[in-house]
């Protein structure tokens, strides 16, 4: 992967309404985490947390105030990017207006292998009835998905190509936005050790703990699944 000038990149390892992560106050700028959806972007405002950083996940009452038009009967909470220093998830949607609007912020990429993010974002996209019932808490998930996928709300086969193709602009627009300053880290989460560059950027120290991975549980789920099935295959028992 071609890295621009003046952009950190290390290799290391969503949600309805915004996941509020408590930390303590902080005294430098605010911390923006701009990946794409399935990119770990709950896992970054999760570290973000136990870097004691007051974090929210998907702020989608952020919204109105920078889609004015198209979310005129939907009201600003400014509250939100007042009373909290780290962002992630949805505010990819407005990088460019969010470091306008807070000049000396950092900003965050995570990344993901192009191939495994298609997966997981078939499966994310699919219309299922649990996330039709979310939609329905949440009246900006149909909004958020359309700006991310270019009017798509669900994931249609035909168009997996667009879908790659969308992720892989938007990450190349990122950084190249970002080229010839210091205030980006590309980071993918995924492959592990994502501490050490993680903190070396925002400067705090690194925390006693494991780098969190939020969706491990899926991972945790699929090998289960398939010992199962192994099981099955080979006729042992389960007091074996």
Same mark, same amino acid.
């Given at each position: !992967?071609?890295?621009?000038?003046?952009?950190?990149?290390?290799?290391?390892?969503?949600?309805?309404?915004?996941?509020?992560?408590? $930390?303590?106050?902080?005294?430098?700028?605010?911390?923006?985490?701009?990946?794409?959806?399935?990119t770990a972007t709950s896992s970054l405002s999760k570290a973000l947390a136990i870097l004691n950083y007051r974090s929210v996940h998907d702020p989608y009452g952020?919204?109105?105030?920078?889609?004015?038009?198209? @979310?005129?009967? +939907?009201? +600003?909470?400014?509250?939100?990017?007042?009373?909290?220093?780290?962002?992630?998830?949805?505010?990819?949607?407005?990088?460019?207006?969010?470091?306008?609007?807070?000049?000396?912020?950092?900003?965050?990429?995570?990344?993901?292998? *192009?191939?495994?993010?298609?997966?997981?974002?078939? /499966?994310?996209?699919?219309?299922?009835?649990?996330?039709? &019932? !979310?939609?329905?808490?949440?009246?900006?998930?149909?909004?958020?998905?359309?700006? +991310?996928?270019?009017?798509?709300?669900?994931?249609?086969?035909?168009?997996?190509?667009?879908?790659? *193709?969308?992720?892989?602009?938007?990450? &190349?627009?990122? !950084?190249? +936005?970002?080229? /010839?300053?210091?205030?980006?880290?590309?980071?993918?989460? *995924?492959? /592990? $050790?994502?501490?050490?560059?993680?903190?070396?950027?925002? /400067?705090?120290?690194?925390?006693?703990?494991?780098?969190?991975?939020?969706? &491990?549980? %899926?991972?945790?789920? %699929? @090998?289960?699944?398939?010992?199962?099935?192994?099981?099955?295959?080979?006729?042992?028992?389960?007091?074996?």
């Open positions: !992967m071609a890295i621009a000038t003046g952009i950190r990149y290390i290799s290391s390892a969503d949600t309805c309404q915004p996941t509020v992560i408590v $930390g303590c106050p902080v005294d430098k700028g605010k911390v923006f985490g701009i990946g794409y959806p399935k952020i919204l109105p105030r920078f889609f004015p038009e198209e @979310l005129k009967n +939907y009201r +600003y909470d400014p509250a939100i990017l007042d009373d909290h220093d780290a962002f992630a998830g949805i505010v990819c949607l407005v990088y460019r207006e969010l470091d306008r609007a807070y000049p000396g912020s950092k900003f965050i990429l995570t990344v993901r292998d *192009e191939k495994k993010w298609l997966k997981s974002l078939r /499966g994310h996209l699919a219309n299922k009835a649990n996330t039709t &019932r !979310m939609d329905a808490e949440i009246p900006l998930r149909p909004f958020v998905r359309s700006q +991310y996928f270019n009017g798509k709300d669900w994931f249609i086969e035909e168009y997996a190509k667009n879908y790659l *193709e969308t992720f892989q602009q938007y990450n &190349r627009e990122v !950084m190249e +936005y970002f080229k /010839g300053r210091d205030n980006l880290l590309v980071i993918d989460v *995924e492959q /592990g $050790g994502g501490w050490d560059k993680l903190c070396e950027f925002l /400067g705090r120290d690194i925390p006693a703990q494991p780098f969190p991975w939020k969706n &491990r549980r %899926s991972l945790q789920r %699929s @090998l289960r699944r398939s010992l199962k099935h192994w099981k099955r295959k080979l006729g042992i028992s389960r007091k074996s």
